[in-house]
């Protein structure tokens, strides 16, 4: 913290004698610059401004209501803080200058000790201020760069990862391969795919995350997706034994049956991803998953497994990095489908107890509304 010597006090009153008495009181500690009315405190701050002000409030002219009001109302001088030390008593003179913007009422007349203590503790208070200002600078700027140089990788790794992606495919066509090795290169050209679809998607999470994605809505039908990611997932359902049910207002799917919705599909399909992954991670084994699409003002997909989450998290449940019992658990899949509702004009809710379950609900306008 800084030495109380390099703080300067401005002392705004037009009593000579009131004036000599703080000078002698602060001239040892604090660096003095003394107004005697409005213009000139006006003037003194524009020069200068001061790291504290000691104010009177019957003075001629604009009175130190006033300059206090004009003091807070101007973004220059707004922060610098404010002493009332006047000969007014009374608890309605106090309350007035609290509400002009001063941090502190002391009446007159003076106590060396107190004006002193009143001093000091404000001062540090503000120093705290601007040290905390100046660290929070820092950390936006440090996230600012952490920020950049994440962009920055990914658009590196996309390079040599189109040679892990198509040298496979290179090598596929030049045929002479045993099938092992053919199931190898393929896999190595999956894996590869899945890596530079992982990075365009983080991709476009930090433009949502900033506000500045671009959507490019359509009628987009929820069934077909739901359907091809269960399939996709046929291995986790398996392993748990775990049955699903998708339903359209409580009847059961039909083959031809469709819910359309107004947004973009691979944000649904990544959305829904995320949600039914975590439903089925907190699905006990031989329980069932249930998918309920309702036809509403909004339409509504409702998922619902029979765990329940746990109340410590609750309330944070769609809160980036927020995860607890998944080893290896990023925290990002409900804060991704939050935010992916949030960018097509909906939203997402959790509703969780022991004797229900848990329902995370999707709200997405309809297609009807195009």
């Not at 053919?182 to 190595?188: G, K, R, V």
């Not at 089925?280 to 989450?309: F, M, R, S, W, Y």
């Not at 939050?338 to 609900?361: F, R």
């Amino acid at each position: 913290m800084e030495n109380s010597v390099n703080s300067t006090i401005l002392i705004v009153d037009d009593e000579k004698s009131c004036i000599e008495t703080l000078i002698h009181i602060l001239e040892d500690s604090y660096d003095i610059c003394v107004a005697i009315n409005a213009k000139g405190a006006m003037d003194a701050v524009k020069k200068k401004p001061p790291d504290l002000i000691l104010l009177d409030i019957v003075m001629p002219g604009i009175d130190g209501y006033q300059i206090c009001e004009n003091l807070k109302n101007d973004g220059a001088t707004k922060n610098i803080p404010v002493i009332f030390l006047t000969g007014l008593t009374g608890i309605d003179h106090e309350i007035k200058g609290l509400e002009c913007g001063a941090i502190d009422y002391i009446t007159k007349p003076i106590s060396p000790s107190i004006v002193k203590a009143r001093i000091k503790n404000h001062l540090e208070l503000q120093l705290a201020r601007r040290d905390l200002k100046k660290q929070n600078i820092i950390l936006q700027e440090n996230i600012a760069l952490r920020e950049e140089i994440q962009q920055i990788t990914r658009h590196d790794i996309k390079s040599p990862l189109s040679c892990v992606i198509n040298i496979p495919k290179i090598m596929l066509s030049e045929g002479g391969l045993t099938q092992s090795q053919q199931i190898d290169l393929e896999t190595i050209s999956k894996l590869g795919y899945r890596i530079l679809s992982m990075i365009n998607n983080s991709l476009e999470l930090h433009r949502m995350e900033c506000g500045k994605y671009q959507l490019k809505p359509k009628s987009v039908d929820i069934v077909k997706i739901i359907v091809k990611i269960c399939e996709e997932m046929q291995i986790q359902f398996s392993e748990k034994k775990i049955n699903i049910n998708i339903s359209i207002d409580g009847i059961p799917l039909g083959r031809d049956d469709q819910f359309l919705i107004n947004g973009e599909e691979l944000l649904c399909y990544t959305m829904m991803t995320n949600i039914i992954k975590n439903a089925i991670e907190a699905c006990e084994k031989k329980n069932t998953i249930a998918i309920d699409l309702n036809n509403k003002k909004v339409q509504q997909i409702c998922v619902h497994n029979p765990g329940c989450v746990l109340e410590k998290i609750r309330d944070s449940f769609f809160d980036k990095y927020v995860t607890l019992g998944k080893p290896g658990g990023t925290g990002l899949g409900t804060y991704s489908a939050k935010l992916m509702a949030k960018v097509q004009k909906g939203d997402i809710k959790l509703d969780t107890d022991e004797k229900k379950g848990t329902i995370v609900t999707v709200y997405l306008p309809g297609a009807k509304e195009l």
